[in-house]
């Protein structure tokens, strides 16, 4: 299994302010990563796909960037619904592994 | 509406197995590749296996292999996981997933404990 490293594991912010959460990989892939919103008792919320592309119905204040082994998420104004746990996914040559994932926690 | 159920969680000893169903509804199940993931208490997302939709392949994250088995029944638009020599490390809520991952059911719990 390919490891992800996601960081931070928890972050506190309020609302309005710029996050940026960070997956990296040990070996280039691409642009092969999905980011996703989980909330308790939820199932997990697909926002991101290839890096960069914003599911529908997702709001324009998420983004993605990044290619070969390092990718960030950027949340540019956050909303209260926003406070969740973020996961990156790889998803390259059948390996799919997530990150560890950030609890965004409101400050 | 893209949906999928899952079912056939429990309560299982150390040791036993169990089998778990996903019911898909609502796209063309047949074409797309399925997975299983799962998500024990208080930890993150863990990926588990994924099945091509013609069944012709199949891959296994590194702690399941040779335990688990994925496989599915395209007539009835089901996917399953067998899984056997279950640890109390296997006790999580177990999810399954459409190719892209743009469709997730809700979980079936799973509790191995003596």
């Known amino acids: 299994d390919m490891p992800v490293t996601q960081s931070p594991s928890s972050l506190s912010a309020y609302v309005g302010d710029r996050v940026t959460i960070t997956c990296r990989t040990s070996?280039?892939?691409?642009?092969?990563l999905n980011w996703y919103q989980h909330k308790p008792g939820k199932a997990p919320k697909l926002l991101m796909s290839?890096?960069?592309n914003l599911q529908s119905g997702v709001p324009s204040r998420f983004s993605g960037s990044g290619s070969g082994t390092h990718f960030t998420l950027t949340i540019s104004s956050l909303q209260p619904e926003d406070f969740a746990t973020y996961y990156c996914?790889?998803?390259?040559?059948?390996?799919?592994?997530f990150g560890q994932g950030t609890k965004l926690e409101i400050k | 509406q893209m949906q999928l159920v899952e079912s056939g969680g429990g309560v299982v000893q150390p040791g036993g197995s169990l089998r778990l169903s996903c019911s898909a509804s609502?796209?063309?199940?047949?074409?797309?590749?399925m997975h299983w993931i799962r998500q024990a208490p208080g930890k993150g997302l863990e990926w588990l296996t994924v099945?091509?939709?013609?069944?012709?392949?199949?891959h296994y994250a590194d702690s399941v292999k040779g335990r688990f088995t994925i496989s599915r029944d395209n007539s009835k638009n089901m996917l399953f996981l067998q899984m056997n020599s279950l640890t109390t490390e296997d006790t999580a809520l177990y999810h399954c997933?459409?190719?892209?991952?743009?469709?997730w059911g809700q979980g079936t719990l799973v509790i191995v404990s003596s």
């Open positions: 997933g459409k190719e892209g991952f743009d469709c």
């Open positions: 609502g796209f063309d199940f047949k074409i797309y590749n």
């Open positions: 099945m091509s939709y013609d069944e012709t392949h199949k």
């Open positions: 070996q280039s892939i691409g642009t092969y």
């Open positions: 290839r890096a960069s």
């Open positions: 996914q790889l998803g390259y040559s059948a390996v799919y592994t």
